[in-house]
């Protein structure tokens, strides 16, 4: 998996963007620079003194697997310096409050993969469910749990009221259509791409974020993964194309749709 670090060649920095490269696998990714490209004011409820694209862009980055230092010197060659406990709050404040729908689709692919809970020098294993749609790739529903079982499984597929479950064979997944009266299909990992796709962007960024250490704190950064990447899906099949070419439109979009993603109690 791609570690990124400020890439200090010829094209390290240009007036519209800034390049991050693996020291490993040499994977080149652009994070283009947005001065002046948003509204300046901030409708947060916190910190004030930072322009609500700025906060958005961080949270942003930090989901595009940057670290919280290498968000400090993108948003400092953006005009602002503010500190990596800051952006931490931010992401924390915003991954809270971002709001998740499941949607229906006729036809999920459904898998699971599991992370490492590190808390009080106990270590748990916890599951990241995924359905995603089978035509579009979108991540129509996420689980995570302690439990890997029919339960879970019924939990992941009822709210997407699909007609077709497609998975690799987890028994969970047959017995909780079957209660569910919902037609089911075993396929290989080698075919289920879907979800098994979605599932390798889910690793990238949980091994770049080392594990985590209180269970609230995976269901809140898988809900906002899966937010942004379904809005970043839809922006590529409106602009097919590398994801760092729809950074500015994704950060717009939040902007001008902010209401509608974020809910702040």
Not at 38 to 49: A, E, G, K, V
Not at 54 to 68: D, G, M, V, Y
Not at 235 to 251: A, H, T
Request: with cysteine; proline share 4%.
């Amino acid at each position: 998996m791609p570690s990124l670090q400020h890439y200090h060649g010829n094209l390290q920095n240009r007036s519209s963007f800034v390049r991050f490269r693996c020291r490993k696998c040499k994977y080149k990714s652009n994070v283009y620079l947005l001065k002046n490209s948003s509204p300046q004011t901030n409708i947060l409820p916190f910190s004030p003194n930072y322009p609500l694209f700025i906060c958005l862009l961080a949270f942003i980055l930090f989901f595009s697997n940057l670290s919280f230092r290498q968000i400090r010197n993108v948003l400092s060659l953006n005009g602002y310096s503010p500190s990596v406990s800051t952006i931490y709050r931010w992401i924390k404040a915003l991954s809270s409050a971002i709001k998740f729908t499941p949607i229906h689709f006729e036809v999920l692919c459904v898998d699971e993969k599991f992370e490492k809970l590190a808390s009080k020098g106990k270590t748990d294993t916890v599951y990241v469910f995924l359905a995603v749609s089978f035509d579009n790739y979108l991540i129509a529903n996420f689980r995570v749990s302690l439990n890997r079982d029919t339960l879970e499984a019924i939990k992941l597929i009822s709210p997407c009221q699909p007609k077709l479950v497609l998975s690799d064979g987890l028994t969970s997944y047959a017995q909780a259509c079957e209660y569910l009266n919902i037609s089911h299909k075993t396929i290989s990992s080698r075919v289920n791409q879907a979800v098994e796709s979605r599932n390798s962007l889910l690793a990238m960024f949980t091994q770049i974020r080392r594990g985590f250490k209180k269970l609230s704190n995976v269901i809140e950064y898988i809900k906002a993964f899966v937010v942004l990447h379904n809005i970043k899906r839809e922006l590529r099949i409106q602009e097919p194309g590398d994801w760092v070419k729809i950074q500015r439109p994704l950060v717009e979009y939040m902007v001008n749709h902010f209401e509608e993603l974020f809910a702040f109690g």
